[in-house]
């Protein structure tokens, strides 16, 4: 089979097709949604069809087949950006220059050469333009940690520890960043810090924005909670993210004032309490209870963009710790320690000691997922179990979710604003190197460890680098579904390289629609440029219906093959689940 190179003309029955790979070709660039004509978002720059004489024939780009008496079709693709490969936007290997942090600003000091030692949970804005992280890197311990913002693939340093604070006199140093942060669709973020000021006044919630800079939202001791006159806040702020114009929601511990210790921790919503230990009482308790909240989970409240719907997990004051621990979402208990998870068929409780995480995205669908007393594993969005234990990766797969060789079966939930979602989960998969993927709507695996990652970013996955263990819950997916995730990178010969945080473009389409070339498919278990090629030489009516495997859409197909059957090989590009 013929190799795929740069600008190179194929001659298909009634004209050329013409390919140009563009590997350097900025993404993101005019990016729209994939379509006959535009494939940007699948790294395509430009698709078109033109009579013997160069002039388009009618119906411009949406022509789906060529003229009889010639014509051509060419095909611009970045092939960098194709769904199935895995770029890399950081990472901490040394040898690569993808581990050198990128430019700051007057609020830091970033010397020439400083590279990257570790990332933190990366965070997305509510239209999915924009995301900032917490990263370490290896200059001085007492500066080696960042804030970077980012929008796709470009990104700048926002805060750095140990550079001068603006608010304070005599001046203090921003100190370490509070993991979880906020940011907004204009570049807004809100984040905590840790000065080196007098510890009874030393954590501060700040804001960033790009023309005006650091702003001072709250700060330990000497801010009184919103609506709350009694309080101020105290050593603990966390769980801060962004709301819709400019404000923020988050965890207040430990206030200081004269509220008791069962009253002193609170969830707040821009300037409202959303919930308060000893006050707040959740509906839907287990046996209809009536306990307040006891205490909230540190990094464990999120609430959607707008501020209208929220999920925090804590403890209700129950007396007891065998049922008290819960999961809430807009103050009705919806999953509980001691109760079976409901609509799920399981005859088997919530684990004592509910250890499960939570998630939410922009617009309010909610995850959780935790472990039964019988030892079960699973994972729910919006309240529906949509993977458990034992349970068949995707529909029909004889792979199956395990956690033989794992703590817990699942690792990872995220999903975007179209209703999309992506779970990450260990598998029985024989290889052990192999054995855990990243799932699309529970009906495409769309990374798997031991994946070939381009470090490099030249288009070819080429340089020795495979995924190795997936960061749990450090990914978000975006609305046209590019997948951001960290994962720890490996050689061949199964050498730790480093972590890194990379990106994939992601499809729906069905798993291996475009897996044509050879008499069932390629053997490699990929769609890829044997693929594309088998399409373009089979260009036009097919000349035995019976027995015309590019003719893949529709499904069945329908005697031509032409620009349907390409977008389909193309949206299904990548490794095979």
């Known amino acids: 089979m013929q190799k795929l190179r740069n600008d190179v003309d194929h001659n298909v029955p009634g004209g050329v097709v013409s390919l140009t790979v563009v590997e350097s070709s900025p993404v993101g660039d005019n990016a729209t949604d994939i379509s006959k004509g535009n494939l940007d978002n699948q790294g395509a720059e430009d698709i078109a069809t033109t009579d013997s004489g160069g002039t388009p024939l009618a119906g411009g780009d949406d022509q789906s087949a060529l003229a009889p008496g010639g014509g051509s079709l060419s095909l611009f693709f970045n092939s960098a950006e194709l769904p199935g490969t895995i770029r890399t936007i950081f990472s901490t290997i040394v040898t690569s220059p993808t581990s050198l942090v990128p430019p700051g600003n007057a609020l830091t000091s970033i010397t020439p050469g400083t590279r990257f030692a570790s990332f933190d949970r990366p965070y997305r804005s509510p239209d999915g333009t924009r995301w900032a992280m917490v990263a370490d890197t290896d200059q001085a311990v007492t500066q080696d940690a960042i804030i970077v913002a980012g929008e796709g693939l470009s990104s700048s340093i926002k805060v750095q520890e140990g550079l001068p604070f603006p608010f304070t006199n005599p001046v203090e140093l921003f100190g370490p960043f509070d993991r979880n942060l906020g940011v907004l669709d204009d570049g807004y973020m809100g984040f905590g810090t840790n000065t080196n000021g007098p510890i009874a006044s030393d954590e501060y919630l700040l804001s960033f924005s790009p023309p005006a800079g650091i702003g001072l939202w709250w700060q330990e001791g000497l801010t009184q909670l919103p609506g709350v006159p009694t309080e101020s806040f105290g050593a603990t702020i966390d769980s801060v993210h962004c709301i819709q114009g400019g404000a923020v929601a988050l965890r207040a511990a430990g206030t200081i004032g004269s509220a008791p210790d069962t009253q002193d921790d609170f969830l707040i919503t821009v300037a409202t309490t959303t919930a308060r230990s000893g006050v707040t009482i959740p509906t839907g308790q287990a046996g209809g209870t009536s306990f307040p909240w006891e205490i909230f989970d540190a990094n464990s409240f999120y609430s959607s963009s707008n501020g209208t719907i929220y999920i925090a997990k804590g403890d209700l004051a129950t007396g007891t710790t065998l049922a008290d621990d819960v999961v809430v979402v807009n103050n009705q208990v919806r999953l509980q320690e001691g109760s079976i998870v409901p609509g799920s068929g399981f005859s088997s409780p919530i684990l004592s000691s509910f250890a499960g995480e939570i998630a939410m995205t922009p617009i309010g669908d909610w995850f959780a997922r935790g472990t039964n007393t019988d030892g079960q594993d699973w994972l729910v969005r919006n ?138 498919g390629n053997g490699a278990g990929q769609v890829n440029v044997d693929d594309l090629l088998a399409v373009i030489n089979a260009w036009g009516p097919c000349a035995d219906p019976n027995n015309c495997p590019a003719d893949i859409v529709p499904p069945g197909g329908n005697n031509v093959v032409n620009v349907d059957d390409l977008l389909a090989v193309i949206n299904g590009w990548g490794a095979c689940p």
């Not at 604003?417 to 993927?437: E, L, S």
């Not at 997936?470 to 061949?492: H, I, K, M």
């Open 383 to 520: 309240g529906t179990v949509v993977a458990r234990t034992d349970a068949a990766v995707t529909p029909g797969s004889p792979e199956l979710y395990d956690d033989a060789l794992t703590s817990a079966t699942f690792f990872s939930m995220t999903g975007n604003n179209a209703g999309d979602w992506v779970i990450g989960g260990a598998t029985n998969a024989v290889d052990a190197n192999r054995n855990a993927v990243l799932v699309l709507n529970g009906v495409k695996v769309v990374a798997r460890e031991g994946d070939r990652v381009d470090l490099n970013n030249n288009g070819q996955s080429d340089d020795d680098v495979f995924l190795s263990l997936f960061a749990n819950d450090d990914l978000f997916l975006t609305e046209d579904r590019f997948l951001y995730f960290q994962s720890g990178l490996r050689n061949a010969a199964g050498t730790f390289l480093g972590s890194a945080f990379l990106r994939i473009k992601v499809d729906p389409a069905p798993a291996c629609g475009g897996n044509i070339s050879g008499p069932s």
